[in-house]
């Protein structure tokens, strides 16, 4: 440990890190300061010395604030409170939202520049709230919140960075079934978390406590019904299934698709993204959805039931990507003919995923990205592999988070 921990050093930001935070220098060192905005000049308190590289700091006071410094939505959050007080969840609520596009399009360009050698112009997309005032100021779409439980029993968001549960009012990034049920001033002693979720089917909202057993939800996306668990994955904005379908159906050419290929969809959760491709071309579709955990694999093959074509297949990806070397002469054709669609976790998929499945050879692939660092590595393995990003749109899923999603094309060069 290094003697700057909890000292106060003045910096003036540069530009806008992955992960949320400001760059800075402070006598040549890298300090990354959360809670400023690039071009401002502000007072932060060291919170992390130990490495030799960087250090990590909060923003205590604001010098010479940015002109897209906005009060912030999450009052808790705001910068004059104490760091240590302050809600993790919405490390760009006190950034303007077009500007909060402007700098996630920024982190995607920069990452796809350094990592993939790839230059791209992207305008990160808005998606519609709840309700026009929530589309209009980027509240109101969160669907889920986990809550953690505290020391008194009360119930609260960690703090940024940390396992310190923060007492709140109101939590402005869920939507109004979610914020209404939020038993933020009720004592839960023993809970562990709670879950809030407000299902698109059926009224109001739920509660998940603990490691409760799953129950099955419906959630609806234009006139189709997904079933799934409620402890399960689901996109968290209310307008993101239907917006991430219809990106995928957009991102596929239809001059190389070919609806009796081995079409994929890998890391299909209860099946969204494989029903959108079969909303677009239609009843006579072969797809293969595969999922490692078995409850959503089983949700997943009720939700593609009216496809005949549509198989599920309980997997680790990684495995199944390695499997595909195997394949017999006809499935090797009918892989070349393939429209691959992934939406892996945070992580990417990486070159144990990609490195069989790109020397499988398939016509396209549609790459879902929730992290702009993960995703440019992933560029630059296809790349190597024979693949050029084509299209690529980007999505404001998580508004007032530094978080945004990808959706790019791929074709064999």
Same mark, same amino acid.
């Given at each position: ?45 060291? %919170? ?23 009060? =912030? ?18 490390? *760009?609520? =006190? ?47 969160? %669907? ?18 940390? =396992? ?102 890998? *890391? ?98 549609? *790459? ?31 508004? =007032? ?13």
């Amino acid at each position: 440990m290094g003697d700057m921990q909890g000292r106060e050093i003045e910096v003036e930001t540069t530009n806008m890190a992955h992960g949320g935070e400001s760059v800075a220098r402070y006598e040549g060192r890298v300090v990354f300061v959360a809670d400023a905005i690039p071009g401002e000049k502000v007072v932060a308190r060291v %919170t992390d010395d130990t490495k030799k590289s960087f250090w990590r700091a909060d923003t205590v006071r604001v010098l010479e604030p940015s002109p897209h410094r906005r009060a =912030h939505v999450w009052p808790e959050a705001s910068v004059d409170r104490d760091p240590a007080g302050r809600p993790g969840g919405a490390d *760009y609520g =006190h950034i303007d939202l077009a500007f909060q596009r402007d700098l996630k399009a920024g982190v995607l360009v920069d990452a796809l520049s350094r990592m993939a050698k790839v230059e791209r112009e992207v305008v990160v997309e808005a998606l519609p709230g709840s309700t026009p005032e929530s589309t209009a100021d980027g509240t109101g779409w969160r %669907t889920r919140e986990r809550l953690h439980v505290g020391d008194d029993g009360r119930l609260g968001p960690y703090a940024a960075r940390s =396992h310190r549960v923060i007492a709140v009012a109101g939590l402005p990034l869920a939507v109004d079934a979610v914020r209404e049920h939020a038993p933020l001033s009720e004592r839960m002693p023993g809970a562990g978390t709670v879950t809030i979720l407000a299902p698109s089917v059926g009224e109001g909202a739920r509660l998940v406590i603990g490691a409760q057993k799953p129950t099955v939800i419906r959630e609806r996306v234009g006139d189709r019904e997904f079933r799934v668990d409620d402890t399960g994955f689901w996109q968290v904005h209310t307008a993101a299934p239907a917006t991430l379908s219809a990106a995928v159906q957009d991102a596929i050419d239809p001059d190389l698709f070919d609806p009796k290929a081995a079409n994929l969809d890998l *890391y299909g959760g209860v099946g969204l993204l494989a029903a959108a491709v079969g909303d677009r071309f239609g009843a006579g579709l072969r797809i293969t959805s595969v999922e490692s955990d078995e409850r959503a694999t089983e949700h997943a093959a009720e939700n593609l039931a009216e496809w005949l074509g549509a198989a599920v297949v309980t997997a680790r990806v990684e495995s199944f990507a390695r499997g595909l070397a195997d394949a017999s002469v006809t499935e090797r054709a009918r892989l070349a003919a393939a429209t691959v669609v992934l939406d892996p976790p945070r992580s990417g998929a990486g070159a144990a995923v990609l490195e069989p499945l790109a020397a499988a050879g398939p016509a396209q692939i549609v *790459y879902v990205a929730c992290d702009p660092v993960a995703f440019a590595r992933d560029v630059a393995v296809l790349a190597q592999a024979g693949y050029e990003l084509d299209r690529l749109r980007a999505l404001d899923l998580f508004p =007032h988070t530094h978080h945004v999603e990808a959706v790019g094309t791929f074709r064999r060069r």
